[in-house]
């Protein structure tokens, strides 16, 4: 290999290393942050920011309220989320194909209040969605509810 070849080698190298270190830039868009009242934050990998209006939110992403704080986020198939305050949820996993209209959500609410309105995932198949608490799994039924997780600290 010539000084062409092996120079071409480890700039290859150290760009997939730059790129398996960087934050995902590029990641999922699950959904859009569309009000905020108080201090409401988004996690997202190591990072920590203040949600605002307009924010994405990505898979993975936790989203915590405080105090007597809210959040209206909505999904991209529609589903509409309503975060109480002193709550916190995770989106474990959102998948969703707006052609074939075919998704899987999973979402984690580890304490506090929520308000789920269903979208096109849950009206064409319930059985994609799934919300976890400390202590069940909701499997939905129907297009509506609300939960309340204690926080037991």
Do not use: H, W
């Not at 009000?35 to 989203?63: C, F, H, M, W, Y």
């Not at 304490?111 to 096109?120: D, I, P």
């Amino acid at each position: 290999m010539g000084i062409i070849g092996k120079t071409r080698f480890i700039f290859i190298i150290a760009c997939a290393a730059m790129l398996s270190l960087a934050n995902p830039v590029f990641a999922y868009e699950a959904g859009i942050i569309k009000t905020v009242r108080g201090q409401v934050r988004i996690e997202r990998g190591s990072g920590n920011l203040e949600a605002k209006v307009g924010d994405p939110v990505q898979e993975k992403d936790r989203v915590s309220v405080q105090g007597d704080g809210s959040v209206g986020i909505s999904m991209n198939d529609e589903t509409l989320l309503s975060v109480g305050p002193n709550s916190a949820i995770v989106f474990d996993r959102y998948t969703f194909n707006p052609v074939t209209r075919e998704g899987q959500v999973e979402t984690s609410i580890l304490k506090g209040t929520l308000r789920y309105v269903t979208g096109l995932i849950g009206r064409l198949n319930p059985d994609a969605i799934k919300v976890t608490t400390p202590t069940a799994v909701i499997g939905l039924r129907g297009t509506e509810f609300i939960v309340e997780v204690p926080d037991v600290r």
